[in-house]
Every structure is written in C-alpha cells, then in structure tokens.
C-alpha cells in the first residue's frame, strides 16, 4: 500500500463554505498542517462567503426573493445566511421590484448607511428598467442606477429564484477574484 501522509512536498487543497477552493494551499508537516496564502486573498474569500443581504423589495419580484430563501433554493448554503433589516449590517442590497419617486430618497439614504464595500444587484425590469407596466408612468424611477450604482442585474418579470442565486454566486466570485466595484459593474 502506497502512503502518502508522510509526503512533504505536495499541498493539500482545502474547499470553503459554499464549496469554493480555499485561497491557500495546507502544507503537510510533521506533526501538523500549516496554511500558506495571501491575506488578501484570504479576506476576499472571507468577505465573499459572508454577504449579508439587506432586502429591498417593493413589487412581485420581492416574492421571488423570498423563495430563493425558502427550503427549495436555500440562499443560505452560499453564505447569504442572515438578512438584514438594517443597513449597517448589509453587504449587499438587493433592490426587487419598482422604485418610484418617493422611495428614492429612501434608497438612497439606505445606502449611504451601508457600510463599504457594499454591493447593489437590481433585480427584475422594474428595478432595471422601470418596468413593462409602468415605464411611462411619471412617479416611477427608470432604473435603479438612477439613484445608486448597481453592480448586478437581473433581467426577467420576475426572474426566477434561480437567477437571483446565480447573481449572487457570480458577485462572490467576482469579489473572490479582489475586483473593485468599478470593475464589477463594467463586467470583467
């Protein structure tokens, strides 16, 4: 029989919440394991297995929101575990459904009290767009990028559950990778 715990030379991967590669390799010694990595790479992969959503929803799309929370699609396996109802908690604020005139203010106000780096995903025409129903109508926003930057979008009426879980996936692999807000929302 072949063993291998005694070899010295080859690093071991480990996997991280969410099933991500731990940025680091486990070095074997001889009585015990070290880990070797970047700090940022480590806070990264931290900062990204533990985005705290603060909710934002308005419209129909706000119900899609909350399933991809319910058993079926559990957010939670992702490390979206807590939502948050304060914005100085939040990582990231998912905007689901229309803003009109009145809310933006509000919006606003929400996320300038989020602490950074925080993260916006528009969720839905009516965050995008304005909506199909109600784009011309004066009181409605034409877009959530209107008030506050928006690093994610999510195209539908309304977008499934899956779609929200893999905004959220590709954002924290985005934020794994140490990309800038900047380089977020131009899509690298």
């Known amino acids: 029989m072949n063993d291998t715990s005694n070899n010295l030379e080859s690093p071991v991967p480990h996997l991280g919440a969410g099933g991500g590669a731990f940025p680091g390799e486990v070095h074997q010694t001889a009585g015990a394991e070290v880990v070797l990595s970047k700090l940022d790479d480590l806070i990264n992969w931290a900062r990204s297995n533990s985005l705290w959503p603060l909710t934002f929803a308005t419209s129909c799309c706000g119900i899609e929101m909350m399933a991809t929370a319910s058993?079926?699609?559990?957010?939670?396996?992702?490390?979206?575990?807590?939502a948050r109802a304060s914005p100085r908690q939040a990582d990231v604020i998912i905007i689901a459904g229309t803003i009109v005139n009145k809310m933006g203010p509000v919006l606003k106000r929400l996320y300038d009290q989020m602490a950074d780096p925080k993260y916006v995903i528009a969720?839905?025409?009516?965050?995008?767009?304005?909506?199909?129903?109600?784009?011309?109508?004066?009181?409605?926003?034409?877009g959530a990028d209107h008030i506050i930057p928006v690093d994610v979008y999510i195209a539908g009426c309304p977008p499934r559950p899956e779609a929200l879980l893999h905004a959220l996936i590709s954002l924290q692999e985005k934020i794994k990778l140490g990309l800038t807000r900047e380089q977020i929302k131009s899509g690298i």
């Open 71 to 82: 058993a079926k699609y559990d957010f939670s396996r992702f490390g979206f575990e807590v």
């Open 123 to 142: 969720m839905g025409a009516c965050a995008i767009s304005g909506g199909p129903f109600f784009y011309n109508t004066y009181s409605v926003v034409k």
